[in-house]
C-alpha cells in the first residue's frame, strides 16, 4: 500500500510518502511572507504549491524506489467545506467545486483536495482527504451567539486535534473515546477544543474566532471592528485577508515566523510582551473551555509547530496547570493521519464518505 500525502498549511506544504503505513520520505516546503502576501486569491498559491508538491513527490519516487505506476492514492489535507461528520471522502467533483469557489472560506487547506486531484488524475487513481476543517461535532448550545442570524461554526484543525488526543489518550493507557481533554493546536492559525468521549463538542472557529496567531486576529471588539471596517472603505474580501493572513504577530512585526519573533524577543520588550499576550490568551481560551467539560478534564494537550516553543507553553502552563495534566505533543502529526485514513478505505476496514452539495 503505497500513498503520497501533502498537508498545505499557512506557510508551508508538507509531504510524505508511506508505505504500508511506514514513511519512506518527508519533506517541507516553506513558502516566504513575500510568496504569501503577493496572492490576492488563495487560488494565485495553486501554481507555487503544486509545483512544490511536485518537486517533492519525484523526490519522493526516487528516494522510495517507487515507480508512480505502484502509488495506490494521494491524500490531502481536507479543506473548508459545508459541516460534515469525520471520516475519510474520496475527492469528488462537488468537493472540488466548493473549494475552487472557496464557498466555506478561504484557507491553505482547500489546495489539498486540488492538487491530490491534479496528481491522481494521470494514474488514474483515487485522491483522499481526512478529518477536514469542516468536521462538526459541536452541541447545539455552543453554536450559539447574541444574534439569530450568526452561528459558531465548527472550523478547526479536526486532523491534528484527534490524531493528537488519541496519542495523548494512548500515553495513559485509555482510549480517546474514554477521555475529557481540551487541546490546543498552536500553528499558523489556532484552535482549542473540548474532546468529551471521541467527540469535539466545543471549539473556536479558527479563522475568525479565539486567540490571536502569527497571521490571523483572532476574537476582536466588534464595535471597534466594524468602526474600522467603515473607516477604512476596506471591501469585504480585502476585510477578511487582512483578518486572516495579515493579522497576529505578523501585523506587528511584519513576520508570521514566531521563531524569528522568539529570537527578537531576548532583546526587544514588546515582542516579548506580545508572545506573552498570545500565549495568555490561548491560556483564557482553555481555562474557558474547561466548564464546556463540567470542569473534568483529564488532560490539557498542547500540539502544533508553536508547542515546541518552550517559552510560549511555559507561558500556559503557568497559567492552566490547576486545571489538570499537561502534556505537550509538538509538531503535527496529520501526514501520519492522512495515510492512516486513507488506508483504512483501500483496505477496506471502512467505507469512503461521500461528499455531497449543500441544498
Known amino acids: 500500500m503505497i500513498l503520497f500525502v501533502l498537508n498545505p498549511g499557512s506557510t508551508s506544504t508538507k509531504t510524505a510518502l508511506f508505505r504500508d503505513g511506514k514513511c519512506l520520505f518527508r519533506e517541507t516546503a516553506y513558502h516566504s511572507d513575500r510568496q504569501i502576501q503577493k496572492a490576492v486569491r488563495l487560488a494565485d498559491q495553486l501554481p507555487m504549491r503544486l509545483t512544490a508538491v511536485k518537486k517533492a513527490y519525484l523526490a519522493a519516487l526516487n528516494q522510495g524506489s517507487v515507480d508512480s505506476a505502484e502509488v495506490d492514492a494521494f491524500v490531502g489535507r481536507g479543506g473548508l467545506l459545508h459541516s460534515i461528520p469525520s471520516g475519510t471522502y474520496r475527492v469528488n467533483q462537488a468537493m472540488l467545486d466548493d473549494l475552487h469557489a472557496a464557498r466555506y472560506g478561504e484557507h491553505a487547506s482547500n489546495l489539498g483536495a486540488i492538487i491530490a486531484a491534479r496528481l491522481a488524475e494521470p494514474l488514474a487513481c483515487p485522491a483522499f482527504v ?6 462538526d461535532e459541536m452541541d447545539n448550545l455552543a453554536r450559539y451567539t447574541g444574534l439569530p442570524t450568526i452561528r459558531r461554526r465548527s472550523a478547526f484543525h479536526a486532523l491534528n486535534q484527534k490524531a493528537a488526543a488519541r496519542l495523548a489518550a494512548a500515553g495513559i493507557g485509555r482510549s480517546y473515546q474514554e477521555c ?6 498552536l500553528g499558523g492559525g489556532i484552535s482549542v477544543a473540548a474532546h468529551q468521549n471521541g467527540r469535539v463538542i466545543d471549539v473556536n472557529d479558527a479563522l475568525e474566532e479565539g486567540p490571536f496567531s502569527p497571521e490571523r486576529a483572532g476574537s476582536l471588539p466588534s464595535l471597534q471592528l466594524l468602526a474600522l471596517m467603515c473607516e477604512s472603505g476596506k471591501s469585504v474580501p480585502d476585510m477578511q485577508r487582512l483578518l486572516t493572513s495579515q493579522s497576529g504577530l505578523f501585523a506587528y512585526t511584519g513576520t508570521t515566523d ?5 529570537d527578537l524577543a531576548q532583546t526587544r520588550m514588546d515582542y516579548r510582551e506580545l508572545l506573552q499576550a498570545m500565549a495568555y490568551q490561548i491560556a483564557k481560551s482553555i481555562a474557558a473551555l474547561s466548564a464546556s467539560l463540567s470542569g473534568h478534564v483529564d488532560m490539557i494537550v498542547l500540539t502544533g509547530g508553536l508547542a515546541y516553543s518552550r517559552l510560549i507553553t511555559d507561558w500556559i502552563k503557568e497559567r492552566v496547570y490547576f486545571l489538570g495534566p499537561i502534556q505537550i505533543i509538538p509538531g503535527e502529526h496529520e501526514l501520519e493521519a492522512l495515510a492512516a485514513g486513507a488506508e483504512r478505505v483501500l483496505r477496506g476496514e471502512e467505507e469512503p464518505r461521500i461528499y455531497e452539495k449543500e441544498a
Not at 514566531?258 to 522568539?262: G, K, L, Q
Open 180 to 185: 475529557s481533554m481540551i487541546v490546543a493546536h
Open 258 to 262: 514566531c521563531r524569528i519573533v522568539e
Open 130 to 135: 481526512v478529518d477536514p476543517p469542516s468536521v
